[in-house]
């Protein structure tokens, strides 16, 4: 019986085997696969895995795409086969095989029996086999006509498209386009490095699956960029993705565009003529690139500025194309020692930036000196008779820290401007020198051209220069006062008359009389100071010097002088340059008188933390940084804003036609440059700024109002954490207004012998014993209008407002006098009792608690002071002596809040703490908290170790006392034991303990 007798049996017995198995077994790529998949076919059978797979495709190639050449069958392989078929009851004919499997591929196997007849299942095996056969080639038919269908469509698309094997870079399929300007006649089957690009040995370095791999999660995983092909040199936009091909395997797919002639335009446009490097606009694009890369942690870089020394001295004694000659000259030195990953552009006309990657100052350094080196021996060799050098300033900017371009460019400068200072210092010392040694050999010879005295003083000062001819009565004005105060011209006659018309009524005969005694002769000088009244309308108050010049005859020629604006004088910060705050204001009431109805907004700025740069360094230090800090802002800023300097620390900027949403951006751009390490001669620091803002007219509706108003808000930015922008509010206004009534309500129960102010204690009690072991002194106010006050509210308005320090006495005083007493009852009683870091730093306060321990009789070793763990570690140094004068005084030391501060592990070894309290917030649902209960071992462990009491702050609940009881804690203090308690209750308590015969109140 023959295959071909199965044709009329074909829908005799149903579809029995798992088509997924077929369908496995049937696109399996190699012979693994395929044995697996018909072993999972052959198994309902009965039948034992065979090597049939290689009878059943040995003709694959002729109906699939797979190129490999289909495996021969040994004469070997055919007898195993042989035996195999018979012990399954089948057996083939060699003549019969070869025929089907060359002539009739589709057939697959031609099959027979002798003298038995085929079984049900052996049929249904064939049946399927043959079944799925048919169906799978009439699918591989349309397939490849989809195939050639896709294949005439990318043909005809006019870009750059290849399709490759994801795992063996193999060509799968390019189109004509490509295969044409490349020159490719077949480049199907062979790597695209090896066709695609030159002198490659494997698989590109830039090859772009690795990064798409790691896109795996994403849908459509691809990237995009531009890339110069290194087979003909073309500049193409690639975009590769990941798709599957018609066989189902993931493949590599490419789109490229030729983008080499736009990429020349682009290049021209970036290119600066003169040095053929990035010009400043290429330059701070790419600049701002590499800064991103390197806020993500990508890389870090070295960042240099050069300035060319002297070149305007070259252009002027040498001529401009001498000047040319030295900036390229100098950027083709520095060019030739970067390496290929490195930035260089020039930034303006004498200035280059210049950026290292991942590369420390050290070789930054290097690298300008060898070039400094270079450029000397160039200028011997062409015997160029100018300096040939730059200054340059660096700095370090670490991967992961956010830089502004602005900020970097404004820190390089700051470098640079250091060393250009000391340049101009060795050419003036230089220029001294070489003058004395003309001076020592003869008379040193000077001419200018007088024609152009006048203009060029004018110019070079703020001054108005005036000059009389006094033969005429003819005075000349610089054209600045003209416009300043309306005179008819620079040139006028009966200046007496027409300026003193300009003179305050008040003024006027000191004006007349001082001009008068020149005319008379009586004096050959004058100094006399008036108001005068400008073009808008403001009396503005002048000094007026003045100096009579002699002819050869002794008579009178010339009267010449300075008329200074004093109110100008006395309106520019002398640190900063900026406008002070008197013309802060008078801008502020100009734009509202002359604009009622536009919006204006004033931001008002503080520097964080400025005292420290003061105390770190010095004042002058600290004056370098308000000058570079007045530089960063005004560099930042729109054209419709103005800083001015105000008081300390503090500017001030007035925004005219803004909404709320562009002062948050400009505030956003400050913050930015701000909130980084500043380096300034060698020295670091670092300076955020808060800001508060204040708008008119919703805010307020004078210069006054709105200055107080954003004053406000800068307080309440400050108080939230500092670095950050705070809008005026109603609220801020209402906290303000009560802040500041609580602090004169408490200035009044200090004058009423502290009326309104008493203790409560709260019971700290043994872990061990349960029972009362000491208190802790709590401070409260109350008093009218204002009823109960929040210690977290009224004690930070006490050290604000000074009142600390009378207040900290009396509790000090009161705390000891009330342990004293109860020391009669419960003789080792603790009391623990706060005290401010102000008040440690009064000069007597330590003389003060001695005073107050003999007054009161207690018990030194009663007595525990503390202080939070943010300010022992803000403030170490300074407190080290005294917490040893506390120690000698006997009492001890208790660390508050701990957990809370930057260093508490530090604080530890540094400090003598003798009890370390710890911060409820550690405490406070430490039962379902892991982290907060390891901690609290840990310090516990620790603190034991070194003879160091243990205070668990803020227990509530029996399940947290559970927690805390087995950890070893020394103590417990919070509501689960007690609440804070007036003295009445705990006398009654403590008497009660004595009546009973108790050692302690549990």
């Known amino acids: 019986m023959t295959a071909s007798s199965f044709s009329n049996e074909q829908n005799s017995t149903p579809f029995a085997a798992d088509c997924a198995d077929l369908i496995e077994f049937l696109r399996a790529r190699d012979g693994q696969s395929q044995v697996q998949a018909l072993s999972r076919i052959l198994k309902p059978f009965g039948f034992q895995t065979l090597t049939l797979y290689r009878l059943l495709f040995s003709d694959w190639e002729s109906w699939s795409e797979d190129p490999a050449p289909a495996p021969k069958i040994s004469p070997e392989e055919m007898n195993q086969i042989q035996e195999i078929l018979k012990n399954c009851d089948l057996y083939i004919k060699n003549d019969e095989l070869w025929t089907s499997l060359q002539t009739q591929p589709e057939t697959l196997l031609y099959w027979r029996r002798e003298e038995k007849e085929w079984k049900e299942t052996e049929l249904t095996f064939i049946r399927q086999l043959r079944q799925y056969t048919a169906t799978y080639s009439s699918s591989l038919d349309n397939r490849q006509n989809e195939i050639r269908f896709f294949h005439e469509i990318m043909d005809q698309m006019p870009t750059h498209l ?45 090859c772009p699956l690795p990064t798409l791999a790691a896109q795996s999660d994403q849908k459509l995983p691809h990237t995009q960029g531009e890339r110069k092909n290194t087979l003909n040199q073309r500049i193409y936009r690639n975009r590769d993705s990941l798709i599957h091909w018609i066989d189902g395997r993931l493949v590599h797919f490419q789109h490229a565009i030729d983008v080499t002639e736009s990429h020349r335009l682009r290049l021209d446009a970036d290119t600066d003529e003169l040095t053929l490097i990035p010009n400043r606009r290429a330059g701070l694009r790419t600049l701002d690139e590499l800064l991103e890369q390197v806020g993500q942690g990508q890389l870090s870089i070295t960042a240099a500025m050069l300035d060319i020394d002297q070149l305007k001295v070259v252009n002027d004694q040498f001529g401009h194309r001498e000047g040319d000659v030295l900036i390229r000259q100098i950027s083709r030195t520095l060019t030739g020692l970067l390496r290929r990953e490195d930035l260089f552009f020039r930034l303006s006309g004498d200035e280059f930036i210049l950026v290292l990657i991942d590369q420390p100052v050290s070789a930054g350094t290097a690298l300008l000196n060898q070039a400094q080196q270079q450029l000397r021996q160039w200028a011997e060799a062409e015997k160029k008779a100018y300096r040939c050098s730059f200054c340059y300033g660096l700095i ?13 460019l404004s820190q390089v ?25 003309k001076e020592y050999h003869g008379e040193v010879s000077f001419s200018y051209d007088s024609a152009y005295l006048y203009d060029a003083l004018v110019e070079s000062t703020d001054d108005y220069i005036f000059i009389n001819n006094l033969r005429d009565d003819v005075f000349r004005y610089p054209q600045a006062m003209v416009e300043e105060f309306g005179l008819p011209g620079q040139i006028v006659r009966n200046a007496a008359a027409v300026w003193g018309e300009k003179v305050h009524p008040d003024d006027k005969a000191a004006f007349l009389e001082a001009n008068q005694i020149i005319l008379d002769g009586r004096a050959t000088s004058h100094n006399v100071e008036y108001r005068a009244l400008n073009q808008r309308g403001e009396w503005v108050w002048v000094r007026c010097r003045g100096k009579v010049v002699f002819d050869e005859n002794g008579s009178p020629v010339l009267f010449a002088g300075i008329i200074s604006n004093l109110s100008r004088k006395n309106k520019t910060d002398r640190i900063t340059g900026l406008f002070n705050k008197m013309v802060y204001r008078e801008e502020t009431q100009r734009l509202i008188t002359r604009r009622p109805d536009t919006p204006l907004a004033i931001m008002q700025l503080g520097l964080d933390d400025f005292k420290h740069i003061n105390d770190l360094y010095d004042r002058s230090f600290g004056d370098e940084v308000l000058r570079i800090s007045a530089q960063r802002i005004m560099s930042l800023l729109p054209e419709n804003a103005e800083v001015y300097r105000l008081d300390g620390d503090e500017f001030g900027i007035l925004i005219s036609g803004c909404q709320p949403e562009a002062i948050r951006g ?3 751009k400050l913050q930015t440059a701000f909130d980084q390490q500043m380096i300034y001669e060698g020295k670091r620091y670092y300076c955020t700024l808060s800001a508060g803002c204040a708008v008119y007219p919703q805010d307020a509706r004078s210069f006054l109002e709105l200055v107080k108003a954003a004053g406000y808000a800068l307080e309440q930015a400050k108080l939230n954490g500092k670095n950050r922008l705070e809008f005026f509010t109603r609220q801020i206004l209402a906290r303000k207004i009560r802040s500041l009534g609580i602090i004169e309500k408490m200035r009044e129960s200090v004058d009423q012998n502290y009326a309104g102010f008493f203790l409560m204690y709260q019971p700290q009690v043994s872990v061990t014993t349960g029972q009362w072991i000491g208190f802790e002194a709590l401070t409260r106010w109350q008093k009218e209008p204002y009823g109960f006050v929040p210690p977290n509210e009224f004690i930070p308005l006490l050290e604000e407002s000074g009142m600390i320090s009378p207040v900290g006495r009396w509790i000090f005083r009161q705390a000891c006098a009330k342990c004293a007493q109860w020391s009669a009852l419960a003789p080792a009683l603790t009391m623990s009792i706060n005290l ?14 001695q005073e107050t321990l003999a007054a009161t009789q207690v018990d030194p070793g009663r007595i525990i002071v503390e202080m939070t763990e943010s300010v022992i570690a803000s403030r170490a140094h300074a407190l080290e002596h005294l917490f040893q004068r506390i120690h000698d005084l006997g009492m001890r ?46 310090i516990v462990a620790i603190c034991h170790k070194v003879n160091i009491e243990v205070c668990a702050e803020g227990v509530e609940t029996e399940a947290e006392f559970q927690i805390l009881y087995p950890m070893n804690v020394d103590t417990i203090q919070g509501y689960y034991f007690g609440k804070p308690m007036r003295e009445e209750e705990i006398n009654q308590k403590l008497k009660a303990m004595v009546s ?7």
């Open 162 to 206: 290849w399709i490759a094997d994801a795992q063996t870079h193999e060509i799968l399929f390019m189109n004509q386009a490509m295969k044409d300007d490349f020159q490719l006649a077949s480049p199907e089957g062979q790597p695209c490095w090896k066709v695609l690009q030159r002198g490659m040995n494997g698989p590109c370095r830039f």
């Open 396 to 408: 370090f900017v670490a991967a992961g820290l956010q830089l502004a371009c602005g900020t970097l």
């Open 413 to 437: 400068d700051d470098a640079m401007y250091t060393q250009k200072r000391l340049l101009h210092i060795q050419l003036k010392e230089s220029e001294k020198a070489q003058m004395q040694l």
């Open 666 to 668: 400009i505030y956003k």
């Open 836 to 849: 401010s870091y102000l008040q440690l730093m009064e000069p007597d306060f330590i003389d003060y608690m």
């Open 893 to 938: 030391i208790a660390m508050d809040d701990f957990g809370t501060g930057y260093s508490s592990l530090d604080m530890l070894k540094k400090m003598p703490a003798d009890i370390v309290k710890i911060d409820r917030a550690f405490v406070h649902g430490v039962d379902a908290s892991n982290f907060d209960e390891s901690f609290i071992q840990f």
């Open 996 to 1002: 009973s015969g108790q050692d302690a109140v549990k």
